[in-house]
C-alpha cells in the first residue's frame, strides 16, 4: 500500500513570498490533516478535511494560510504572504475514517523563510 | 486548552539500557492516546491505547495507559542506536483532533 505522498520535500522563499504544498493521502482514506511543525515542537494541528469538506481550521492562520481539497482526495495548502516564523515542517496525516484511526504521516515539506 | 506535556525532553543512554519516556495529557472527552517514533522524517505510529491499565507490547517497546491519573509510559528495554529518535506523545480528545507534545529526544549512544 503507498504511503502518503507530499512535494515539494524541501522549499526556500524569502519573506512575503507564496508558496504553495500538495498533499495525496493513502488511497480510500477519507480524512485529511495539515500539521505545522516547528523545529524543537510537536506537530500542530493546522486543518482537517472529512472528504472535501472542512472539520477543524480553528489553528490554521486565515489571514496568510488557505487550503482546499476540492475532489475529496488531494490536497494543496497554500501560505501567501510568508513570515519568517511560518518556517517548518509541514506534515500531511491521512486516516480511513475520522474517529479512533491511527493517522499515517507523509515525508512532510520542509519550509525555510529567509 | 487541551494539552500534552512529555518528560524527559532530552535522554542520553547507552546501547542495553532500559528508558521510560512520560507523558501527561489533560484533553477534554479523552478517547485515545497515541505515541510515534520520528527520527529524520515524518512520524511513524508505534501505539494507540483506549483503556486504562492494558499494556501494547510490540518487541522491545511496550506502552500502557492510565486513566485515572491522565499518564501513559513507553519503555524500551534493550536499547538499539536505532532506537535514537524523538518519541511524540498526542491525545485525541473530543474535538478528534490529536493534541501533540513537544517530544522526548532519545539518543542511544554504542
Known amino acids: 500500500e503507498a504511503g502518503v505522498a507530499q512535494s515539494p520535500r524541501y522549499k526556500i522563499i524569502e519573506k512575503r513570498q507564496s508558496v504553495a504544498f500538495w498533499c495525496n493521502p493513502i488511497?480510500?482514506?477519507?480524512?485529511l490533516y495539515w500539521y505545522q511543525q516547528i523545529l524543537g515542537q510537536g506537530p500542530k494541528l493546522l486543518i482537517q478535511f472529512q472528504n472535501n469538506g472542512v472539520v477543524d481550521d480553528s489553528q490554521l492562520p486565515k489571514d496568510r494560510f488557505s487550503a482546499e481539497r476540492l475532489k475529496g482526495v488531494d490536497s494543496t495548502l497554500k501560505i501567501q504572504p510568508a513570515k519568517l516564523e511560518d518556517s517548518a515542517v509541514y506534515l500531511c496525516?491521512?486516516?480511513?475514517?475520522?474517529?479512533?484511526?491511527?493517522?499515517?504521516f507523509g515525508p512532510g515539506t520542509r519550509l525555510l523563510v529567509l | 486548552e487541551d494539552k500534552v506535556v512529555q518528560s524527559p525532553l532530552s535522554l542520553v543512554v547507552h546501547e542495553g539500557d532500559t528508558v521510560t519516556l512520560n507523558c501527561s495529557y489533560e484533553?477534554?472527552?479523552?478517547?485515545?492516546l497515541l505515541w510515534y517514533k520520528q527520527e529524520k522524517k515524518a512520524p511513524t505510529f508505534l501505539f494507540m491505547l483506549?483503556?486504562?491499565?492494558i499494556e501494547k507490547k510490540s518487541g522491545r517497546l511496550s506502552s500502557i495507559l492510565d486513566k485515572k491519573e491522565l499518564f501513559s509510559i513507553l519503555n524500551i528495554t534493550a536499547t538499539q542506536t536505532g532506537d535514537s529518535a524523538v518519541y511524540l506523545c498526542?491525545?485525541?480528545?473530543?474535538?478528534?483532533?490529536?493534541?501533540f507534545g513537544k517530544g522526548t529526544k532519545l539518543t542511544v549512544n554504542p
Open positions: 488511497s480510500g482514506h477519507a480524512t
Open positions: 498526542a491525545a485525541q480528545g473530543g474535538s478528534e483532533k490529536l493534541v
Open positions: 496525516a491521512s486516516t480511513l475514517r475520522r474517529t479512533g484511526e491511527t493517522q499515517y
Open positions: 483506549t483503556s486504562s491499565g
Open positions: 484533553v477534554t472527552n479523552f478517547r485515545s
